[in-house]
């Protein structure tokens, strides 16, 4: 089953995280009738496992860090599972799922907004006080695993980027989707695209350009 694997990254020859979502989708789908669920379940993952490398990069290179990345995969897939009978084929099952995975990514943005924590200090009843640890990401497996996929200067300096410029360069310059895709998969105007993209690659240049060979 798709859901048990560790699917392989085509781009590292290194395996992706472990996104176990036979419990979730299970449950969901014993609500259904059996024999047709396990339809649909079984034609869903036939169609999303070919997708699997393409979602994982988006959502890393959309969230910056492997935990994020792993939750925004597991609620996309999740979420695909759910909204599969509205897919009707006029648009590719990677497109269709790149657009879930933006507006699931925007949903899991708010939902961290309003749950931030105030200050790095929790302050208990009895007057003590405790840090909040914070994670080592120089120790984090998947940022080693996922390192070849981008040298560190070009992630630090996509990383700098807001959400919005960040999204249309992964979509266009990494994922390699034309202007079109972009615009459907975000649901922004073509032009909105074009001057996003425009400016992104602006502030790339600036934050790589010591690191920019010259042309002479």
């Not at 392989?8 to 996104?19: F, K, Y």
């Not at 169609?47 to 492997?66: F, G, H, I, K, V």
């Not at 792993?70 to 006029?90: M, V, Y």
């Amino acid at each position: 089953m798709l859901f048990n694997k560790r699917p392989i990254a085509a781009e590292t020859g290194q395996l992706s995280p472990v996104v176990n979502l036979t419990t979730r989708i299970g449950n969901f789908a014993l609500r259904r009738a059996g024999s047709e669920a396990d339809t649909r379940r079984a034609a869903y993952e036939a169609l999303l496992e070919p997708c699997w490398d393409p979602l994982w990069r988006y959502a890393y290179n959309s969230t910056n860090n492997s935990e994020d990345a792993r939750d925004l995969l597991s609620e996309t897939a999740l979420e695909g599972f759910k909204s599969f009978g509205q897919f009707r084929g006029d648009t590719s099952f990677l497109r269709w799922m790149y657009r879930i995975m933006t507006t699931t990514h925007i949903d899991m943005l708010r939902r961290a907004k309003r749950h931030k924590a105030q200050s790095l200090e929790v302050l208990h009843e009895d007057g003590s006080t405790d840090l909040l640890e914070i994670a080592d990401e120089a120790a984090d497996p998947e940022r080693i695993v996922l390192g070849p996929m981008l040298s560190e200067p070009v992630h630090k300096a996509l990383s700098a980027l807001s959400d919005e410029f960040r999204a249309v360069v992964v979509l266009a310059d990494m994922e390699q989707l034309d202007y079109s895709e972009v615009s459907d998969i975000l649901q922004i105007p073509l032009g909105t695209v074009r001057s996003r993209l425009h400016r992104a690659r602006s502030l790339l240049r600036k934050s790589l350009v010591e690191y920019v060979e010259p042309p002479w």
